[in-house]
């Protein structure tokens, strides 16, 4: 069965230092890739995702991921994190032969302080 | 669009009543999914839909859980009797379709106390 793995539970980290939020998948056929975040007493929602085309894909609020297929990863990454970046942070993945439906990692508590 | 709607958005009622929670998905999507979110457990789906069909039920956890969609703009998920330990928010999303790399739209949950 395919799965999704975050393999930090919680990154705390302080204002305007880059961070990387990993995430690896198991699947050996093509795959969907995505990224939710989820703020406090909220749902979540999507931040970004790979479908086909570029490795590299971004976000407006300065995110980016790369699937590495070779790795089976698609790892967060931000240069500089705000105050504001304060939240859980999703990995999931759609199997293209597996009726589709996203599969969800355990998430990441990703904690910026000033 | 005003997104995936939950309702209520609090819930509290003591052990062994009836909860009903409801959720409007986005109009014209055909797939809908029913979530429990811990601190224990992390994010489970509970059940999905595609085309007001229940295809798969497997993450609910027991009989006492229920769910419904009878029309393409309407689904329950109904807990009889409740029980303290399901406690928790409830998220409802809804998709497109299934598959495609279509993403999911999350409402913004009912957080469930039973005391």
């Known amino acids: 069965a395919q799965s999704v793995t975050q393999l930090d539970s919680q990154v705390p980290v302080f204002e305007e230092a880059p961070v990387e939020l990993r995430c690896n998948y198991s699947?050996?056929?093509?795959?969907?890739l995505f990224w939710y975040v989820q703020y406090p007493n909220q749902g979540l929602q999507l931040l970004l995702k790979y479908l086909s085309g570029s490795t590299l894909v971004e976000s407006i609020n300065g995110f980016e991921a790369e699937f590495n297929k070779s790795q089976t990863s698609f790892h967060l990454r931000k240069p500089s994190v705000h105050i504001s970046d304060t939240a859980e942070y999703f990995c999931a993945v759609s199997v293209n032969n597996q009726g589709g439906k996203l599969i969800f990692g355990q998430g990441t508590e990703l904690s910026v302080k000033p | 669009d005003a997104g995936v709607i939950q309702s209520p958005r609090h819930e509290v009622t003591e052990m062994g009543q009836e909860v009903t929670l409801r959720c409007k998905p986005i109009?014209?999507?055909?797939?809908l999914f029913w979530y429990r979110q811990t601190m224990m457990r992390g994010l489970e789906l509970l059940i999905y839909?595609?085309?007001?069909?229940?295809?798969?039920d497997s993450g609910m956890p027991e009989d006492r859980f229920s769910a419904k969609m009878p029309n393409a703009s309407f689904s329950t998920l109904k807990i009889q009797p409740s029980e303290p330990r399901d406690s928790a928010v409830y998220f409802c999303?809804?998709?497109?379709?299934?598959?495609?790399?279509?993403?999911?739209?999350f409402g913004s949950g009912t957080r469930l106390t039973v005391v």
């Open positions: 839909f595609n085309n007001n069909v229940p295809i798969d």
């Open positions: 699947s050996s056929v093509s795959v969907y």
């Open positions: 109009s014209g999507h055909n797939s």
């Open positions: 999303a809804s998709s497109l379709a299934l598959g495609q790399g279509y993403g999911y739209t």
